[in-house]
C-alpha cells in the first residue's frame, strides 16, 4: 500500500501532525468522511437517518475509481463472428477506498479495532430496515471536500482489513483497510431507465413543464403510457402534478409488458 501523509495533513509524520496544533497545513486540512446512514423507508432514494459518521485517521493516499458498461450477447450459429452484441445501460461507478487506522501512540487502546468493526457493519442489515420489513445494509456517502467527482451514496460491497500492528494486550493498534463502494443511483442522466441501479426502476423529481404524458414520450418513446405512470404513483388527477413530487418510472419491462 502506498504511504499515507500524517493525520493532520502536512508532509511530515510525527504526533504534531496529528494533533492539528501549532497551526500550519494540518489545522485547516479538509478530511475525507464516510457518513454512514440507515437505508431510506419506502421509494426514496434518499439516505435515511445518520447511524455514524466514520472518521479517518490519515486522509487516503489514493482512490480507485471504476465504471463499466452492460452489453448481451447472444450466440447466434447462423453466424461465423458472432451476432452484434446489444448495449444494455450503463453500470454505477464503483469507488475503491484505502484507509489506514493508527492508535500507536496509545498501545493498550481499541480504537482501531472499534473503526474496523464500524466499517465492518457498514455489511450487516440494519435493525431498523427490519423492522420496516426492508431488509437492508446501511446507505453511505463518501466525501472529500471539493472533489466531487468522488462523491456519492452508495452500499459498500466488500470491506478486507489487515491487521499490521498489536498492543501488549493482543489487541490490534494498526490496520490497513479496503473498502469497496458501489454506487446508489437516484436520478440518471439520459433517457434510458435500464441505467444499472439496483432496479431498473428509477425515481424522477417533477419540474415545472414536466406532464405525465411528456414524461411518458421522454421515457418510453410512446405517450400513451403516462397511464403506466400514474397507476404505480397512484395518481388519480395526472393534470395535478405539483413540482417537487417524486414519481417512480417503471423499468422498460413493465411498460411493454
Not at 37 to 51: D, F, M, R, Y
Not at 209 to 217: E, H, I, V
Not at 225 to 234: H, K, L, Q
Request: aromatic letters at 8%.
Amino acid at each position: 500500500m502506498a504511504g499515507y501523509g500524517s493525520r493532520g495533513g502536512s508532509g511530515g509524520g510525527g504526533k504534531g501532525g496529528k494533533s492539528g496544533k501549532g497551526g500550519g497545513a494540518g489545522k485547516s486540512l479538509v478530511r475525507a468522511s464516510l457518513a454512514i446512514h440507515q437505508p431510506p423507508v419506502g421509494k426514496s432514494t434518499s439516505p435515511g437517518a445518520l447511524i455514524k459518521n466514520f472518521t479517518f485517521d490519515f486522509n487516503p493516499s489514493q482512490l480507485t475509481m471504476s465504471r463499466r458498461t452492460d452489453w448481451k450477447f447472444t450466440p447466434s450459429p447462423a453466424v461465423r463472428d458472432g451476432s452484434m452484441p446489444e448495449f444494455m445501460g450503463p453500470e454505477p461507478r464503483q469507488l475503491g477506498i484505502d484507509v489506514f487506522l493508527d492508535s500507536s501512540d496509545e498501545p493498550n487502546g481499541n480504537s482501531v479495532l472499534k473503526k474496523v468493526e464500524a466499517l465492518f457493519s457498514c455489511c450487516e442489515v440494519t435493525a431498523a430496515s427490519l423492522a420496516a420489513k426492508q431488509p437492508s445494509t446501511p446507505w453511505v456517502v463518501f466525501q472529500w471536500g471539493a472533489f466531487s467527482t468522488a462523491r456519492f451514496t452508495a452500499y459498500v460491497e466488500s470491506v478486507d482489513a489487515t491487521y499490521t500492528l498489536f498492543g501488549t494486550t493482543g489487541v490490534p493498534i494498526r490496520a490497513a483497510c479496503q473498502v469497496r463502494l458501489h454506487e446508489i443511483p437516484g436520478t440518471t442522466k439520459g433517457q434510458n431507465p435500464t441505467s444499472g441501479a439496483l432496479t431498473a426502476r428509477r425515481v424522477h423529481r417533477v419540474v415545472a413543464g414536466d406532464s405525465l404524458q411528456s414524461l411518458a414520450w421522454r421515457e418510453y418513446g410512446d405517450a400513451a403510457v403516462w397511464r403506466v405512470i400514474a397507476e404505480t404513483n397512484g395518481i388519480d388527477d395526472p393534470s395535478r402534478l405539483a413540482p417537487g413530487t417524486e414519481l417512480v418510472l417503471p423499468a422498460v419491462e413493465e411498460v411493454t409488458a
